[in-house]
């Protein structure tokens, strides 16, 4: 359902992606972490076609984000690692602007609107303005509106920072249940709790390379084999440091 073909950013001389090839099926939870600066967003903006490519494409579905990008985008919900909102909109008008923006009939986005609204605990707030929420309200509200037009695939950059408990539980659930439904979910995180507890599967990105992918069993293996990093546990946090040769610190 995605692929990552050979992909690529440079800026100058700096590699910021360097040749990246992932293939992720359909109904997969794919988690993608790393240290700071190790390129997560810069592939994320790639995929979804915020960035060109230097090098390398990214196919989404059956369509090439390069070659046809409103295909590509009309089958994906994005969500980026700051919410990107109009404050001086109300809940329900956002959502109903970006659901018009997706060409969702009038009748059934009103429909859509009220369930997100319900499922992210904003029903409450719904006719205010956006400039009145929360950070963690209006990072539901983001996330509520990638989901309104129904994609099939869904990336999410960061999704949980700044968000409150609640939306946090509410979210956790939700992919869940959508990746249970066939939804593709492609998830950086910085929350290693969140990464063990969702993904089917987890990418290691370490300067713009990937170090290595797999369950988090196939992970773990990995990292048993670096002898020289003790005390070694099974958690993923320990996991992550032992592969990326780090020693502390958030991902």
Not at 112 to 141: P, W
Request: glycine share 10%; charged share 25%.
């Amino acid at each position: 359902m995605i692929r990552c073909v050979a992909l690529r950013k440079t800026y100058g001389s700096v590699v910021a992606v360097d040749d990246l090839d992932l293939e992720i099926a359909a109904g997969e939870v794919f988690g993608f972490i790393g240290p700071n600066g190790a390129g997560k967003t810069t592939t994320i903006k790639m995929m979804v076609g915020i960035l060109s490519p230097t090098s390398g494409t990214v196919i989404l579905g059956d369509y090439d984000i390069r070659e046809a990008p409103e295909a590509a985008k009309a089958m994906t919900g994005y969500v980026p690692d700051q919410p990107a909102l109009y404050d001086k909109l109300t809940g329900i008008e956002f959502l109903r602007f970006v659901g018009g923006l997706y060409g969702v009939a009038t009748d059934v986005l009103e429909e859509r609107c009220n369930d997100l609204l319900e499922e992210f605990g904003l029903v409450d707030r719904a006719f205010e303005l956006i400039e009145t929420y929360s950070h963690g309200m209006k990072q539901r509200l983001t996330v509520a509106a990638a989901l309104v037009h129904r994609p099939r695939i869904l990336i999410l950059d960061e999704p949980m920072v700044g968000m409150d408990p609640q939306g946090g539980l509410a979210l956790r659930r939700l992919l869940s249940a959508l990746a249970a439904s066939g939804v593709t979910i492609f998830l950086s995180t910085h929350s290693l709790a969140v990464a063990e507890e969702l993904c089917d599967r987890i990418a290691v990105l370490d300067g713009g390379r990937i170090v290595v992918v797999g369950s988090l069993a196939e992970l773990r293996e990995r990292a048993a084999e670096r002898p020289d990093l003790e005390p070694f546990d099974s958690s993923l946090e320990a996991v992550f440091l032992s592969l990326t040769g780090t020693t502390g610190g958030r991902v």
